[in-house]
């Protein structure tokens, strides 16, 4: 994780790291705001479209 709840992000921010196929990509905000809770801890598996983050 990059970030924590409660910190404050900025569109184009980088939130995470995901690794997928062995190869390492940052996944940025989608908008300003707060990051209101962590959905995922490291080691999770996720799918396309599974919510890792709110941000309000």
Wanted: net charge negative; proline share 5%; no cysteine.
């Amino acid at each position: 994780m990059l970030v924590g709840e409660g910190d404050r992000v900025e569109a184009g921010q980088g939130l995470l790291t995901l690794e997928a196929m062995k190869m390492e990509n940052e996944i940025p905000a989608p908008k300003n705001g707060t990051i209101k809770k962590i959905l995922i801890k490291k080691g999770d598996t996720v799918n396309t479209g599974d919510p890792l983050i709110e941000i309000e």
